[in-house]
């Protein structure tokens, strides 16, 4: 088995099915086999089933906690070559075929890939601008994770004592993997992913900007003091 695609899902019935066939679509343009697990975390609507009817393996998990949640679909796969992705997120089809590519050179550990959300304005594309400006003067990537499994184990998977933030600490700690064994941390060009803009939707299209106002709320989410944030914004979040 190549690929082990992994797919967080909480209550998901509206974007799942729109998911797994943009992942199917890349597996097939990648030529090689593939499993998708959706990890469904705490579903009580139709996440499971769809999920099943197109052909994914569904492993339950209940943790309110999304790098255990990740870390529990990769235990349950046996792929080659782990891939990450989140249910409201649409997979480029060249994706698969650039990561296989990518890793079969031997230069490169993994990383993330780039992306575009799903609509546009103002505010979205100031945020847009101004998380790939950090992202990339941190030289890190996001939205798809991908490495071998051979280097996710050697970095111990995602960190499940961070509530918040755990995707950049996995990429700075795969980065330093890669240091360490003479390969580099490729954030992926040229197959972007499509965000959903949901977020955006719900707490409007400057929202992350006047998280200065709830800065001690992520503080407190940050040091599991106080979970108010991340529930709304991650744990709990149905939109």
Known sequence: MRFSIIIPAHNEQALIARCLAAVHRAV???????ELVVVANRCTDRTVEIARAAGALVVIDEHRNIAAVRNAGVAASSGEVVVTVDADTV????????VDDLLRSRVHVGGGC?????????????TV??????TGLARLGGVVYWCTRAD?????????TKLVGEDLDFAKRLRARGRATGRSFTNLRGAPATISTRKFDTFGDWHLFSGVLQARAIRASIKGTDTRFVDEYFFDYNG
Do not use: Q
């Open 28 to 34: 097939e343009r990648s030529g090689h086999d593939a």
């Open 91 to 98: 997979m480029h089809p060249d994706t698969l075929r650039r």
């Open 114 to 126: 780039d992306f575009v959300p799903e609509r546009s304005s103002w505010g979205i594309r100031f």
């Open 129 to 134: 601008g101004a998380t790939k400006a950090a």
């Open 152 to 160: 996710f184990d050697a970095i111990g998977g995602f960190d499940e």
